[in-house]
């Protein structure tokens, strides 16, 4: 009897400590050092913050596998903050292979990189992602000096990758992202010294690639903004495109320099479906003197925009060395609309040829080519922009307000603002009145991990509740890493029960927080946009 009940006593205890270190989250910390050679991160850990780590040489795979991490049981998160990678060192992050029930059971996933040096350096992410996942790259520089980063795990199946021609930093491979899901990239610098050469055989380095598949679904959104480039590609997609469902890709508020291409999707379908949104507003491009040159848009396969969708381009200042927007195959249909809205441009504007079928539209509205402002379809054309279903001068009153949809996301607007600016109603958010939340950026390089779900979710609780708001410095304060660097590595691991965090509303905080946009002349492109000032 009394060996029957110790069995059922370590059976118990067994139990417990069972339960026990399932309902722990561990910590994977690693501060300071040099990192040569190759680390992978997994399960059982799920919170990962790594301090002022210099990753050195080709060897230096640091892989992130959300794939292992990921559960139905907590999220994930990950930091580094004010790390370099240097001479070939790269990170990859590593989520499902497949759409499969398992992922769209899983937690959400929180991946912060900031104030982050690559030289030389690559960066990766693969796979389906959880829904709600963000990923956010704020305050990094890439500088592309030579090949020397490729994305080693990867790159033998990237397009130029065996003869020599291109160079990556970031690499999008096969992403998809799933229910309000996000990207953003603020405050960052791409640049480098790699040459672009010449003719068909040019070299061409890219700071974000994306390769072959990448996909926005259910209200996901790539967003990059406050950012300058000199000299690259930027953006560059190999492969299909698919955005859907009030998803959207935004580039805004950027300074551009581009030596051949600045946007750019070389092959592969570009779709975007059901109230889903391309928008490119608030940028200055370029190319500069003496570089060959070639479009600050290009799309080289068939672009379509179907199903109450948009290509929304307004208040940018271009200089093109060949054309601003150049594309063999655009097509709206399904009541979409393709605009362009205060742009002013340099050179020649278009070649672009704008297919409608089944309600779609064209318009144009207050923009000028080099200064002269063009009002009728006629000078569109004259311009090389074919296919336009209407065109007007800048609106002078309210009632002057027709083609301000242009400027606005129309599924998601309910009417206009007396300064032509855009009301939305229960789908659009933000300025645009887009289908997407505007992510907000708050710097989560923080002393404490275990604050980080608290952090987190108050961050996205504000996102979905204040979609128009954005973050200002008199409004938010930045929580800086304390980390020190030391010469050696302190690395440890913990295990932490976490409760669920309490969220705490501030009325008064989000209130002040509101923005209404006020369209003005393209003259003043520079925007002092209240997000600029957050994410300085």
Known sequence: MLLI???????????????????AQQRRVINGGTVTSAITITAPQTIVEITGVTFSGSSASIVISIVGMSSSVRPVWVTFCNC??????????TADASDSDARKAKQPVYISIEGTRFTDGGLGFTGHFPSNSRI?????????????SLLPLWGATFPGYTDGRFAYWMALFKVYLYTKSSILFTGCFFGGTWASGQG???HASFPISLAYEFSLNDQSTFWMRNTTTAKVFMIHGHGAMSVTTRSSFVVENMTMVCDRFCISFADGSLTFDDRSAFVMAYN????PLGEEGEDLFYTGAATVFSSNSAFLIHHNVLSPYRYAFSSDSFT???NSIASFYMNTV???????NIAKN?????VAQCNDLAGVPLRQVAQYETAGLLGLTAASGCPRRASECQYSNSSCFMPGTIGLTTTCGCQCNSIGMGPDCLGTIRPLYVNQCIETASLLPTLTQRITLTERESASRTVNAATVTHLKGTHSVSSSITEWLTNTKTKSPTITRDRKREASNTRRATPTHINAHVRADADAVGDA
């Open 5 to 23: 009940n110790l069995f059922m006593m370590i059976a118990l205890l067994t139990s417990c400590l069972h339960v026990s270190c399932v309902s």
């Open 84 to 93: 370099v990678f240097i001479n070939g060192a790269a990170l990859y992050f």
């Open 136 to 148: 956010v790259i704020a305050h990094c520089s890439s500088y592309i000096n030579s090949r020397a």
């Open 200 to 202: 068909s055989a040019a």
């Open 284 to 287: 200055s491009a370029s190319v």
């Open 332 to 334: 709206v249909k399904g």
């Open 346 to 352: 340099a050179g020649t504007p278009w070649k672009m």
């Open 358 to 362: 089944t309600g779609g539209i064209a």
